[in-house]
Each structure stands twice: as C-alpha cells, then as structure tokens.
C-alpha cells in the first residue's frame, strides 16, 4: 500500500506562487512514476503534470505549461510541483497520484494511489 500526503495549497493573489509537495510512503517510490491531477468544483478530476521514475522526463496541461513546474526528490520520496503566475482559474483540489510503472501517464485511469488533496484558491 502507498501512502501519499499532499502539503502546501492555501490562498494566493493572481500571479502569486505557491509550492506543493507530495511525500510518498513506498519504497517503490524511486521506480514510480508521479503525477498532480486537480478538482474544480462541479468538474472532474484534470491532469496537471506528471514526471518519469528518475525525473528525466515531464509532462504538462497545456494550461499550466510554463507556469508549473513538476520535480522529485527520490532521496527523500517526494515530489513537488513548483506553481508560478497563478491565476483565479487554478483554484482547485490539487491531488498527487503514484502509478505501478516508470513511464509518464497523462490520464486519471493510469494511476493507482491517491492523496488526499490540498485546496489551492487563488483570488482575483
């Protein structure tokens, strides 16, 4: 079983930063791919980033391209998503995902563990 515990969200201006991050509990964590997915209220969940086992390769929302920043930290089991020139329409419950593969994954279906998210507003 994976245990993964989102930090970080809270309330921001437009065009302020914040930085989430995702602590895993599995020692598979260093051969698992990891993905941020989020919320809106009324809407279904929308992939955000994801990054390969060793970090090497990403894959962004063309929403959030250039903005966010999707990295990992396989010595300390985390992964982190750096969100920069936020904007009203990012407000959202942001969730880290864990898939049973190395490979970037763009699609809910594809991953099996979930966080339990963390609200990030950003107000206009």
């Known amino acids: 079983q994976v245990q993964l515990v989102e930090s970080g969200g809270g309330l921001v201006q437009a065009g302020g930063s914040l930085r989430l991050s995702c602590a895993a509990s599995?020692?598979?964590?260093?051969?698992?791919?990891m993905g941020w997915f989020r919320q809106a209220p009324g809407t279904g969940r929308d992939f955000v980033a994801a990054?390969?086992?060793?970090?090497?390769?990403?894959d962004y929302a063309d929403s959030v391209k250039g903005r966010f920043t999707i990295s990992r930290d396989n010595a300390k089991n985390t992964v982190y998503l750096q969100m920069n020139s936020l904007k009203p329409e990012d407000t959202a419950i942001y969730y880290c995902?864990?898939?049973?593969?190395?490979?970037?994954?763009?699609?809910?279906?594809?991953?099996?563990?979930w966080g339990q998210g963390t609200q990030v507003t950003v107000s206009s």
């Open positions: 990054v390969s086992w060793s970090g090497d390769s990403t």
């Open positions: 599995a020692r598979t964590f260093t051969t698992s791919a």
């Open positions: 995902a864990s898939r049973t593969g190395p490979i970037v994954k763009i699609t809910v279906e594809s991953y099996d563990y």
